[in-house]
T-cell receptor
């Protein structure tokens, strides 16, 4: 059963600390997304990659957020320094761009971040 | 103004009711329309997928797209308590897999036994 795997599932950290979230996309998927979900804003796209290259990170606060794909099986989202307003659920999703319609993206279970 | 508008609810219905969920959008470039279901403390999962205007039926679920009105709907027939979740509409201008999706804020649905 292929699925997107995210770690950690839950994280509580103090303001100012570095937070790193990791994602293992579905094997063979070439596009990876990072979304953030809050009650106020809903699901917001932070960044996405295709074939490990960043395509769009305009939704991400550049001063404190960074996203990378060190290899095809790992995507990371880092927040440094973290702030209470970063408290949210961070979802990773992956998809396969093949040029044909009918495919979609699959979400992980999310990383629940609380910054105190 | 958001590109995709969705009434957040909450919506509460009795078991067996027909549920209608809706989204409106402003971007004429959107061609791919999806509905995701999200259970509490879980990630969104794809429920329905439609390309361009028209209807699509899958069991108790029917998705409708009216591009001329920039309006999409999801109907749930014979609703069940297990349908209780948040339903998110999502749209894309390009092919869905590998193209960014723009989401509505979600409608919280409760189906009461």
């Amino acid at each position: 059963d292929a699925r997107v795997t995210q770690t950690p599932r839950h994280k509580v950290t103090e303001m100012g600390q570095e937070v790193t979230m990791r994602c293992q996309p579905i094997l063979g998927h070439n596009t990876v997304f990072w979304y953030r979900q809050t009650m106020m804003q809903g699901l917001e796209l932070l960044a996405y990659f295709r074939n490990r290259a960043p395509l769009d990170d305009s939704g991400m606060p550049k001063d404190r957020f960074s996203a990378e794909m060190p290899d095809a099986t790992l995507a990371t989202l880092k927040i440094q320094p973290s702030e209470p307003r970063d408290s949210a659920v961070y979802f990773c999703a992956s998809g396969l761009r093949t040029g044909s319609a009918g495919n979609t993206i699959y979400f992980g279970e999310g990383s629940w971040l609380t910054v105190v | 103004q958001k590109e995709v508008e969705q009434d957040p609810g909450p919506l509460s219905v009795p078991e067996g009711a027909i549920v209608s969920l809706n989204c409106t959008y402003s971007n004429s470039a959107f061609q791919y329309f999806m509905w995701y279901r999200q259970y509490s403390r879980k990630g969104p999962e794809l429920l329905m997928y439609t390309y361009s205007s028209g209807n699509k039926e899958d069991g108790r679920f029917t998705a409708q797209v009216d591009k001329s009105s920039k309006y999409i709907s999801l109907f749930i027939r014979d609703s069940q308590p297990s349908d209780s979740a948040t339903y998110l509409c999502a749209m894309s201008a390009g092919e869905t897999s590998g193209s960014r999706l723009t989401f509505g804020e979600g409608t919280q649905l409760t189906v009461n036994p």
